[in-house]
Each structure stands twice: as structure tokens, then as C-alpha cells.
């Protein structure tokens, strides 16, 4: 079945680390999302990409960064500059950007503090 | 710019009685809406969507909403509340601009009493 697949479920980054979460689509989707989601606030777009080899902020970029070297994948870092990166994050895809389609989820990855 | 406001963020009810989670929208476009559920530590499926076709809009097990664009809201619904269906409901909003914005609402938290 096509999907999203994240990794890891759960991830712990200790203090002045880097951390990488995984997202995968086999949707054949142009587009893709990274989400942050903390309790009460629903989601807040982190980073966009539309096509292979473009990527745009989106509202949280700061203390982030992504890579777009394939259609499939879409990584996030959560780097050492984000003071507060304990949160849900969600990985997401649609076909086309455009405005009228629905997006695609991940299971998500939970990171915490060490 | 759009915005999206879930009039409630808990709604309890009990088992085999209506569910009604209220949202309403602002948008300078015509607007796409969408419902999403979310299962604790799961990505968000989706439920539904309205997309300028027929304003009442059924999705999957059993939930429905209605676009009423002169009281801008999208509110979901359905007859018979099941154990099953305690989640958390995100309602979102996009505009056909062919900006990749999708805004969240920050979510309904159903609980469902036996």
C-alpha cells in the first residue's frame, strides 16, 4: 500500500545535538510537508517543498533545516538552535499544490529532551 | 489571509447520541475545507472535504458536513456517536490561490461516554 513512513517512532536528543526525522512517500506526490504539532495548538508548517531541489520556510522555520535530493524523501534536522524541539512531528504529501487537495499524514515522530 | 476557529476545543457525549464538532472559516479565495480525526500518536486521516461541489459533504464512518458559506462555518456531524470515535477532529482550511498554505484549527478533543 502506498503511504507516508516516518522514522523513528520516538527520538531523544540530548543538549547541542542534531537530530534527523525521516519521512518517505511512495505516493509519487510532488509535494511535501513538515508539521509541528504541541498540545492545544493544532499544526504549524515548519518547511514546504514542492518539487525535487526547491524548499520554502514556512511559519516555525527557525532552528530547522530540510533537504529535497529526492521525490521520496523529504528529511528534517532538528538542530541544536531549537531551544524547545520537544513536540509531535508530522510529515505530510499531496499530489499537487494547488490548494483543493487533501494531504497525506505520516504516523509521526515523537522527540523529547534528554 | 485565511484563518480557521473549532468553536470547541472538548465535546463529550454519549455513546449513540449526535455528535456536532463546530467550525468556522475565513478565506479571501474560495475556500477548500477539510476534517480530519487523529488517534493518539497517530497521523491525521482524513474524514472529509468540500471543494465547491455539493455543499453537504458525507465522508468515511458516518460523519458528514455542511458548507454554509453565508455563516462561513463547516460544522461536522454525525447521527450516532461510537466508543470508537473519541479522538482529536482538526478542521482546515486552504485557498485555490495556488499558495501551499493549509491552515489547521487547533483541534476538538471528542470524548465518548459508555
Known amino acids: 500500500d502506498g503511504g507516508i513512513t516516518q522514522s523513528p517512532k520516538y527520538l531523544f536528543r540530548k543538549e547541542g545535538q542534531n537530530v534527523t526525522l525521516s519521512c518517505e512517500q511512495n505516493?509519487?506526490?510532488?509535494?511535501m510537508y513538515w508539521y509541528r504539532q504541541d498540545p492545544g495548538q493544532g499544526l504549524r508548517l515548519i518547511y514546504y517543498s514542492q518539487i525535487v531541489n526547491d524548499f520554502q520556510k514556512g511559519d516555525i522555520a527557525e532552528g530547522y533545516s530540510v533537504s529535497r535530493e529526492k521525490k521520496e524523501s523529504f528529511p528534517l534536522t532538528v538542530t541544536s538552535a531549537q531551544k524547545n524541539p520537544t513536540a509531535f512531528y508530522l510529515c505530510?504529501?499531496?499530489?499537487?499544490?494547488?490548494?483543493?487537495?487533501?494531504?497525506?499524514f505520516g504516523d509521526g515522530t515523537r522527540l523529547s529532551i534528554l | 489571509a485565511q484563518s480557521v476557529t473549532q468553536l470547541d476545543s472538548h465535546v463529550s457525549v454519549s455513546e449513540g447520541t449526535p455528535v456536532l464538532l463546530r467550525c468556522n472559516y475565513s478565506s479571501s479565495y474560495s475556500p477548500s475545507l477539510f476534517w480530519y480525526v487523529q488517534h493518539p500518536n497517530k497521523g491525521l486521516q482524513l474524514l472529509l472535504k468540500?471543494?465547491?461541489?455539493?455543499?453537504l459533504v458525507k465522508g468515511i464512518n458516518g460523519f458528514e458536513a455542511e458548507f454554509k458559506k453565508s455563516e462561513t462555518s463547516f460544522h461536522l456531524t454525525k447521527p450516532s456517536a461510537h466508543m470508537s470515535d473519541a479522538a482529536e477532529y482538526f478542521c482546515?482550511?486552504?485557498?485555490?490561490?495556488?499558495?501551499?498554505?493549509?491552515?489547521f484549527g487547533t483541534g476538538t478533543r471528542l470524548k465518548v461516554l459508555a
Open positions: 505530510a504529501s499531496i499530489i499537487a499544490v494547488g490548494g483543493n487537495q487533501p494531504q497525506h
Open positions: 482546515v482550511v486552504s485557498d485555490r490561490s495556488g499558495t501551499y498554505k493549509y491552515i
Open positions: 505516493l509519487n506526490h510532488d509535494a
Open positions: 468540500y471543494t465547491s461541489a455539493a455543499t
